[in-house]
């Protein structure tokens, strides 16, 4: 096939992509998510979603439009359209995560100095349309992508933050691993910074380059659109964990030790005694709890049993919670030679094998297999 060729099928295949991204945008449009405060934030990073997913479409679009066919020479037309577009579109896209994470994310400050960014790069863009000036044009289009991908940067920088802080949150509050079904965030955050830098060379290279980060795009674009459909379920209960009460991991530690400085040696001494008793019941094994259903149990609160088990066990609560299954586990494994490590797993506590194997492995610094063969051979 030639260069004409296929230059000819990748405006069909562009077309093509156009009505797959605005698909989305309906599809996603439909969606439908409980009417409540606790998913306020949900709904408005869906919002955020679709409008970039339309933005999507309507760049496809317009470059269908504006384009000659002629990939020997530079259109600076369609340059500004991608740079004004995409630039919106992927910004919207790393809002949703970020609002997704922390619905406190979108302040007002935050909001005018990207659309500072936003209204500098636009400008910079549009000054190469001017006349008169055609020798300065690449001059100007290289300020623009600076500022364009050092707002991104940076806000690849406070997503990263935010993630980690919001693992501690949900460490702190779940009994197992819920950051499973929050790291498709942070995998499509490290996907979009990718394609940026192809995107900015797509703007100077030919029709094959061109086809890949199409091929690119898509692969990326609906992971995100699958990810984010298939965690509307799941966003409810994570959301409980750091969203209700604004708590930050440090300040629910705070919150804790200025609780623990008014407590007495009894206090401490009767929630030691119902927490040694609850473990020996062996409570923890099977159904998944969080910190407050755990809290209420023993008759106090999360911020001080959080406290609590960090400067009893120096652990954090999943951590925590995790290590006694661990031992019951490896009672289990001892006991029952014959039976699946996928069934001790499940019995214990855990949410997966493959989560039961990633933790025994901390704790053990060996794989279950491994460790009962050892068992099995006396060592």
Same mark, same amino acid.
């Given at each position: 096939m030639s260069d004409l060729e296929l230059q000819h099928y990748f405006h069909i295949i562009i077309e093509w992509v156009?009505?797959? +991204? /605005? #698909? /989305?945008c309906l599809m996603l449009t439909f969606i439908k998510s409980p009417n409540d405060n606790l998913y306020k934030p949900f709904r408005q990073s869906k919002r955020m979603i679709t409008v970039a997913f339309g933005l999507m479409g309507l760049n496809l679009v317009v470059y269908s439009i504006l384009s000659t066919g002629n990939w020997n020479k530079f259109n600076y037309f369609i340059a500004c359209v991608d740079i004004i577009l995409f630039y919106l579109e992927e910004l919207l896209l790393c809002y949703s995560f970020c609002h997704i994470l922390n *619905? =406190?994310?979108? #302040?007002?400050?935050? /909001?005018?100095?990207?659309?500072?960014?936003i209204g500098v790069t636009y400008l910079l863009v549009l000054v190469t349309l001017v $006349? &008169? /000036?055609?020798?300065y044009r690449n001059v100007f289009i290289t300020l623009a992508l600076i500022v364009m991908v050092e707002n991104i940067i940076e806000l690849a920088v406070l997503f990263r933050k935010q993630y980690k802080l919001n693992g501690e949150l949900l460490d702190n509050y779940f009994s197992t691993d819920m950051q499973r079904f929050v790291h498709w965030t942070s995998t499509s955050i490290t996907l979009l910074i990718i394609s940026w830098a192809f995107a900015l060379t797509t703007m100077f290279t030919n029709v094959y380059v061109n086809l890949a980060f199409?091929? +690119?795009?898509? =692969?990326?674009n609906i992971f995100i659109a699958v990810s984010f459909i298939n965690f509307t379920p799941k966003y409810g209960d994570i959301a409980k964990a750091y969203m209700p009460d &604004? *708590?930050? &991991?440090k300040e629910l530690q705070q919150s804790g030790a200025k609780t623990a400085a008014t407590v007495d040696d009894t206090t401490r001494n009767t929630l030691d005694s119902r927490i040694r008793a609850w473990v020996g019941e062996k409570k923890f094994i099977g159904a998944q709890f969080t910190i407050d259903e755990l809290a209420a149990t023993l008759g106090t609160n999360k911020n001080y049993l959080s406290y609590f088990i960090n400067e009893r066990y120096n652990k954090n609560f999943s951590a925590w919670v995790s290590s006694l299954r661990i031992e019951e586990a490896k009672l289990m494994m001892a006991a029952r030679p014959e039976q699946k490590l996928e069934d001790i797993a499940y019995l214990v506590g855990f949410s997966s $094998? =493959? +989560?039961? =194997?990633?933790?025994?492995n901390l704790h053990e610094g060996v794989s279950p297999t491994v460790w009962r063969r050892k068992i099995a051979k006396g060592q």
């Amino acid at each position: 096939m030639s260069d004409l060729e296929l230059q000819h099928y990748f405006h069909i295949i562009i077309e093509w992509v156009a009505v797959m +991204y /605005i #698909t /989305i945008c309906l599809m996603l449009t439909f969606i439908k998510s409980p009417n409540d405060n606790l998913y306020k934030p949900f709904r408005q990073s869906k919002r955020m979603i679709t409008v970039a997913f339309g933005l999507m479409g309507l760049n496809l679009v317009v470059y269908s439009i504006l384009s000659t066919g002629n990939w020997n020479k530079f259109n600076y037309f369609i340059a500004c359209v991608d740079i004004i577009l995409f630039y919106l579109e992927e910004l919207l896209l790393c809002y949703s995560f970020c609002h997704i994470l922390n *619905n =406190s994310f979108l #302040t007002r400050r935050r /909001i005018a100095k990207d659309c500072t960014q936003i209204g500098v790069t636009y400008l910079l863009v549009l000054v190469t349309l001017v $006349p &008169g /000036i055609a020798a300065y044009r690449n001059v100007f289009i290289t300020l623009a992508l600076i500022v364009m991908v050092e707002n991104i940067i940076e806000l690849a920088v406070l997503f990263r933050k935010q993630y980690k802080l919001n693992g501690e949150l949900l460490d702190n509050y779940f009994s197992t691993d819920m950051q499973r079904f929050v790291h498709w965030t942070s995998t499509s955050i490290t996907l979009l910074i990718i394609s940026w830098a192809f995107a900015l060379t797509t703007m100077f290279t030919n029709v094959y380059v061109n086809l890949a980060f199409q091929a +690119y795009m898509v =692969s990326l674009n609906i992971f995100i659109a699958v990810s984010f459909i298939n965690f509307t379920p799941k966003y409810g209960d994570i959301a409980k964990a750091y969203m209700p009460d &604004g *708590n930050d &991991g440090k300040e629910l530690q705070q919150s804790g030790a200025k609780t623990a400085a008014t407590v007495d040696d009894t206090t401490r001494n009767t929630l030691d005694s119902r927490i040694r008793a609850w473990v020996g019941e062996k409570k923890f094994i099977g159904a998944q709890f969080t910190i407050d259903e755990l809290a209420a149990t023993l008759g106090t609160n999360k911020n001080y049993l959080s406290y609590f088990i960090n400067e009893r066990y120096n652990k954090n609560f999943s951590a925590w919670v995790s290590s006694l299954r661990i031992e019951e586990a490896k009672l289990m494994m001892a006991a029952r030679p014959e039976q699946k490590l996928e069934d001790i797993a499940y019995l214990v506590g855990f949410s997966s $094998p =493959s +989560y039961f =194997s990633k933790v025994f492995n901390l704790h053990e610094g060996v794989s279950p297999t491994v460790w009962r063969r050892k068992i099995a051979k006396g060592q």
